[in-house]
T-cell receptor, first 118, second 116 residues
Framework: GNSVTQMEGPVTLSEEAFLTINCTYT??????LFWYVQYPGEGLQLLLK?????DKGSNKGFEATYRKETTSFHLEKGSVQVSDSAVYFC?????????????????FGKGTKLSVIP | DTAVSQTPKYLVTQMGNDKSIKCEQNLGHDTMYWYKQDSKKFLKIMFS???????INETVPNRFSPKSPDKAHLNLHINSLELGDSAVYFCASSQDGLEGWNTEAFFGQGTRLTVV
């Protein structure tokens, strides 16, 4: 079955530091990969995605590259801000999950809590 | 406009009670989901549903049942609530299609359920 492994937190960084959150996956077929972010007290929001190998997703200064050879989708940001403090989830969705009902279920990693201090 | 809305945002109830959480999406999506997030932030799919089929995670107790009056709504009904049901429950939706796995899921803001 599909699975996602991401680095455990919490991660605490000073403002303007470089961020990397590692994510690796196991999946059948050719999955799409996502990073979701959950700010305190809120639901999950899509941060970025990549749908095929070597694609780079980017948004709000965050980037992640779909590396099929290493089955990885690491999240990076060059200079974090206090407002980036949140929980980050790596996720995948595979066409092989199709059950005939259009239910492409997202498989999530366990989340990484990021705290950025001034 | 809120894309995926769920109510209530907070729900405190006693053990043994029956409760429902409502979810509505105005995105025209074909598929809706319920996820449970535990105290460690781990997300687990409970159900996915569209107008064709309900997919149930086999680990979900049968005290939990989704009810969909129409395509835009998927409510979660819970019977005989237990302490271990305390968690945050998220509704989500996504668009069906041949390459639906490429599309994102949109999440509601969550319902924090506390069973006392």
């Amino acid at each position: 079955g599909n699975s996602v492994t991401q680095m455990e937190g919490p991660v605490t960084l000073s403002e303007e530091a470089f961020l990397t959150i590692n994510c690796t996956y196991t999946a059948t077929g050719y999955p799409s990969l996502f990073w979701y972010v959950q700010y305190p007290g809120e639901g999950l929001q899509l941060l970025l995605k990549a749908t095929k190998a070597d694609d780079k997703g980017s948004n709000k200064g965050f980037e992640a590259t779909y590396r099929k050879e290493t089955t990885s989708f690491h999240l990076e940001k060059g200079s974090v801000q206090v407002s980036d403090s949140a929980v980050y989830f790596c996720a995948l969705s595979s066409g092989q999950d199709y059950s005939g009902a259009g239910s492409y279920q997202l498989t999530f990693g366990k989340g990484t809590k990021l705290s950025v201090i001034p | 406009d809120t894309a995926v809305s769920q109510t209530p945002k907070y729900l405190v109830t006693q053990m043994g009670n029956d409760k429902s959480i409502k979810c509505e999406q105005n995105l025209g999506h074909d598929t809706m989901y319920w996820y449970k997030q535990d105290s460690k932030k781990f997300l687990k799919i409970m159900f996915s549903y569209n107008n064709k089929e309900l997919i149930i995670n086999e680990t979900v107790p049968n005290r939990f049942s989704p009810k969909s009056p129409d395509k835009a709504h998927l409510n979660l009904h819970i019977n005989s609530l237990e302490l271990g049901d305390s968690a945050v429950y998220f509704c989500a939706s996504s668009q069906d299609g041949l390459e639906g796995w490429n599309t994102e899921a949109f999440f509601g803001q969550g319902t924090r359920l506390t069973v006392v």
